[in-house]
């Protein structure tokens, strides 16, 4: 009962202040290696992963402990500390672009790597009439403005973390501004990378899009990669993303990057919702600090421990 009213009297501060802003930290939030892959046989390991398979659940997914973080309820409105809305992103018109590889074929939301300058960039667009995929025809079939709702949901989170510090932290990529393509660049992407846009008539409703940074060697994180410092770097940066007033959306190792200096790295923002949103409150983001912890240390580094693919991922 102790521990519970400390992480509530914490929640009602969270996200102003991070979870490792507190002194003494909460008792396992952060998990210790306590040496036991090193002890594990071979034959461990291999009945566990058998077991694990058949319920597709993985044993050893309480080996770290549960979770510190109880879950908030929304039965009462704590009202945010100093909460000002931030400026909106700045708006680039894009002269001269080379068109270097398409980052996510067959992908839902079309991504470029470009080159500015020299400099290489990505460029992450959001067409509102059109796409190439099964998945996105079927999805604007249920929702004609999904593609809209993504861009403006991103390029809100996105206002927030660059105002608030996450850009310039380095836990999250920064962003350079929004981008309206011309129609001459939309037909130089289409056909060069033979995406089959058909293009709006008018040029008020042409793909809109984000230029952000790009860490060409980086690697998302999976069973294969994770580690104990990993997942406190990705748990302390998720802190800093919620410092900016930001629920990311969608906990998943697609959307954390490990980069060859170690740095974790949350990407991918288009179903985030930002405290500008009024319906996000601070039990939201608390839960999602929670979730972050669940995913790191009740499945990422169990089922890494015994190689297990979870149906989850």
């Known amino acids: 009962m102790i521990l519970t009213q400390t992480a509530m009297r914490m929640m009602r501060y969270?996200?102003?202040?991070?979870?490792?802003?507190?002194?003494?930290?909460?008792?396992?939030?952060?998990?210790?290696?306590?040496?036991?892959?090193?002890?594990?046989?071979?034959?461990?390991?291999?009945?566990?992963l058998i077991q694990a398979s058949k319920i597709s659940w993985n044993p050893l997914c309480y080996w770290l402990g549960t979770?510190?973080?109880?879950?908030?309820?929304?039965?009462?409105?704590?009202p945010w500390q100093t909460y000002v809305a931030p400026p909106p992103l700045p708006e680039i018109k894009l002269e001269d672009i080379v068109l270097v590889r398409d980052m996510n074929p067959g992908g839902n939301t079309p991504l470029f790597e470009v080159k500015i300058g020299g400099v290489s960039r990505l460029l992450k667009v959001f067409m509102s009439l059109t796409s190439p995929s099964w998945y996105n025809a079927y999805a604007r079939e249920l929702d004609p403005k999904l593609s809209?709702?993504?861009?403006h949901a991103e390029k809100e989170a996105y206002a927030?973390?660059?105002?608030?510090?996450?850009?310039?932290?380095?836990?999250?990529?920064?962003?350079?501004?929004?981008v309206q393509l011309s129609r001459q660049q939309a037909i130089d992407i289409s056909r060069q990378f033979s995406m089959g846009w058909d293009l709006?008539?008018?040029d008020e409703n042409l793909p809109y899009a984000l230029l952000l940074e790009h860490f060409p060697d980086a690697i998302q994180v999976s069973i294969y990669n994770v580690t104990f410092p990993v997942a406190e770097r990705a748990l302390r940066a998720l802190c800093t993303v919620h410092k900016s007033y930001v629920q990311h959306g969608d906990i998943n190792g697609r959307n954390v990057l490990v980069l060859p200096d170690d740095r974790v790295v949350w990407i991918d923002f288009d179903h985030a919702k930002s405290a500008s949103?009024?319906?996000?409150?601070?039990?939201?983001i608390w839960n999602e600090i929670r979730e972050g912890w669940g995913y790191f240390y009740q499945l990422l580094l169990p089922d890494a421990r015994i190689g297990f693919i979870s149906p989850l991922y």
């Open 277 to 284: 949103d009024p319906t996000l409150c601070r039990q939201d």
């Open 160 to 178: 927030h973390l660059r105002h608030f510090g996450a850009c310039e932290s380095g836990v999250v990529p920064n962003c350079y501004g929004t």
């Open 14 to 48: 969270y996200p102003e202040r991070s979870l490792f802003e507190w002194e003494p930290l909460l008792e396992n939030l952060i998990p210790e290696d306590a040496g036991e892959i090193a002890l594990d046989t071979p034959e461990f390991r291999r009945e566990a």
């Open 148 to 151: 809209l709702r993504l861009y």
């Open 200 to 202: 709006p008539v008018d």
């Open 67 to 78: 979770r510190p973080l109880p879950k908030a309820e929304k039965d009462e409105d704590i």
